[in-house]
């Protein structure tokens, strides 16, 4: 798929509206965030191994509800490569998810201030240009996580769409599990 088809394939897919959306989403990327968290340490602590797949499929998640997030208030956020600019891959595997997972706290910071919002009033400027600051750096950790895995955003798309495509076939979009 092409990456500018990703934001409108992910908008076919959402199950929630309204604010079970907003709740869904947000919450989505922080647990989505703490599932790469988890494979890192299990790598550290067992020497677990997981292939370059699985950890682009829980980046895909992430993205997915990043996306999400953002097509619920309009925002457009860039999902290329060189958005993440020419900083270097040196920095380590486990700083690279901490930050990610940092970010996505800040993403949860601003639900507190959405949980009154109702779907058909407008979202305050503010908080709209919050939201896309937060998301639009959390993508960038994405990027920059992946790359750690020689996995690029185009990958992550594409693996996120046959994950997700395939449940859809099967019918098992609801639900949790990674092998449904
Ligand atoms: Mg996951």
Request: net charge negative.
């Amino acid at each position: 798929m092409e990456i500018k088809d990703y934001p409108g394939w992910v908008e076919e897919k959402i199950i929630t509206e309204g604010q079970a959306r907003v709740q869904e989403n947000i919450l989505g990327l922080g647990g989505e965030c703490g599932e790469v968290l988890e494979k890192v340490k299990k790598l550290i602590r067992d020497d677990t191994r997981f292939t370059n797949e699985d950890i682009a499929k829980e980046l895909g998640d992430i993205l997915f509800y990043s996306v999400a997030t953002a097509n619920l208030f309009n925002f457009g956020t860039p999902l290329y490569e060189e958005a993440r600019g020419d900083t270097s891959i040196k920095d380590t595997l486990v700083m690279d998810t901490a930050l990610m997972f940092s970010t996505a706290g800040k993403v949860l910071g601003v639900l507190p201030q959405l949980i009154t919002w109702d779907d058909d009033e407008d979202l305050a400027e503010d908080l709209v240009h919050k939201l896309q600051e937060c998301i639009g750096e959390l993508i960038l950790w994405i990027i920059q996580v992946a790359r750690h895995f020689d996995m690029t955003m185009q990958d992550i798309i594409d693996i996120n769409v046959d994950k997700l495509d395939g449940r859809e076939q099967r019918g098992t979009i609801r639900g949790s599990g990674d092998e449904r």
